[in-house]
């Protein structure tokens, strides 16, 4: 009896079973009607029989195995691998059709791989997948439905068992742009290079004069000791302390390119934190909604950087808008030293943001303050579009309306002193260091 249940359960026909049964029985209409040709009709099902049981008894004695290879973690907003590792142990090629259970974010229910292996070979199979939200993303089992070239039944195998994968922030992103740290490859990235104003003048050691070296830099008392020209050699500033601060509230909750505007500014303050403690200077981080949420001094002890990927992790948006005196008294009690601030936000109107403008003039006081907000890219696009009838000239006017009032923006936060960027969203973790690397350069920091 529970051999007959699993039977049940894992044997199937498939469409060419079926179709060969309706030829027979096609065959048996046509022998009631023409006698003569009830042998061949009986011969035509005794034929489907005996291949149908020879082709169940192979696909039962052999067996195929399938493991998910997957990472550990996933990168958020990136195309990420997944491999299937197949393993043939039937004596002939078999067919299959692989279905896999994808985490329910996917929203795909229809996923299937089809490949044939030769008898007992290997295969792998790699598909991609590109999460656009943080979390754990459960992955179910692999299931597949194996036959032979007969292809009139069907095995089910349960392949990989269930496994859970964490999404975390873009560090694909992040290790791309390490190669701007070195300075090499950056404007394939969009990076500009910044003209460096004057040198600094933290000391890094004494070496030989060499032809082109700045003679101001000359040191004497090594030139009279070696009896050849020595110069001072001096360095970039380094542990600077350098800030991301990163709004939680109800406006970072807008989608674009099916992910939210926090998930693009946390895979930037990521990006940021790699650069800055590259450049050997100290990176903190603040995240804050009607309170700050947390806060992470700056560093560069070895550990920083992965304190700062889990703590950006588990960030979510809330519901209310964030209150930016309480980020301020937070930020006096907590930072001394004047420090570099990127504060990741969104301004969708000259009022939001005049709402706010005391506190970010306070901030801007006691620190060199940058206000990242986005570019609505939709706005853009519909106030580019041609106007062809009075309905499409009032939508076409307000999206110039509301994209003009951002651009003011912009001039009323540099009004103040207050340094602000507005950028697309694919181009922000481009442009914010750009302007770190603009402002170490030209001293700032």
């Avoid at 301004?347 to 901030?363: A, D, I, V, W």
Wanted: charged residues 25%.
């Amino acid at each position: 009896m529970n051999a007959v249940r699993w039977l049940w359960t894992n044997w199937f026909p498939t469409t060419r079973f079926f179709a060969a049964v309706g030829l027979a029985a096609f065959a048996f209409v046509v022998a009631y009607f023409v006698p003569t040709t009830t042998p061949v009709a009986v011969g035509l099902l005794m034929l489907l029989g005996v291949l149908t049981a020879a082709e169940t008894i192979v696909l039962f004695r052999g067996e195929a195995t399938i493991r998910r290879e997957t990472a550990e973690r996933f990168s958020n907003g990136d195309p990420n691998n997944v491999a299937l590792v197949v393993s043939n142990y039937f004596p002939v090629r078999i067919f299959l059709e692989i279905i896999e259970e994808l985490p329910f974010q996917f929203q795909k229910r229809d996923f299937s791989i089809r490949l044939s292996l030769d008898a007992s070979s290997a295969k792998r199979a790699v598909y991609s997948l590109t999460p656009v939200e943080r979390g754990v993303f459960r992955f179910g089992r692999s299931i597949a439905f194996a036959t032979t070239r007969i292809g009139l039944a069907k095995r089910k195998i349960i392949g990989s068992e269930p496994c859970d994968v964490a999404v975390y922030p873009s560090f694909v992103q992040m290790r791309k742009y390490e190669l701007i740290a070195a300075g090499r490859a950056s404007n394939q990235y969009g990076v500009k290079k910044t003209r460096r104003i004057g040198h600094t003048m933290e000391f890094d050691q004494i070496r030989t004069y060499v032809f082109g070296d700045d003679y101001r830099t000359l040191n004497w008392k090594a030139t009279a000791r070696k009896s050849e020209p020595m110069v001072n050699q001096y360095r970039d500033e380094r542990s600077q302390p350098v800030y991301c601060f990163i709004d939680l509230g109800r406006p970072m909750q807008m989608p674009f390119g099916g992910m939210t505007l926090l998930d693009y500014a946390v895979n930037s303050a990521l990006v940021m934190a790699n650069i800055v403690l590259l450049k050997e200077d100290r990176f903190g981080l603040c995240t804050f909604s009607t309170e700050p949420v947390d806060f992470l001094p700056a560093d560069r002890r070895p550990g920083t950087l992965n304190k700062v990927l889990e703590t950006l992790y588990r960030q979510t948006t809330t519901f209310p808008e964030s209150d930016f005196e309480a980020l301020y008294v937070a930020t006096r009690r907590k930072i001394g030293p004047r420090s570099l601030i990127l504060l990741y936000t969104n301004f969708e109107s000259l009022t939001g943001m005049r709402r706010n403008l005391p506190y970010l003039r306070k901030l801007a006081r006691n620190h060199l303050l940058v206000v990242v907000f986005f570019q609505n890219e939709e706005l853009e696009e519909m106030a580019r579009r041609p106007a062809e009838n009075v309905e499409k000239i009032y939508v076409r006017t307000m999206a110039e309306r509301l994209a003009m009032e951002k651009r003011q923006i912009v001039r009323e936060l540099e009004s103040y002193g207050i340094h602000a960027l507005l950028c697309p969203y694919g181009q922000l973790s481009a442009q914010s260091v750009n302007r770190y690397l603009e402002l170490k350069a030209r001293g700032r920091i």
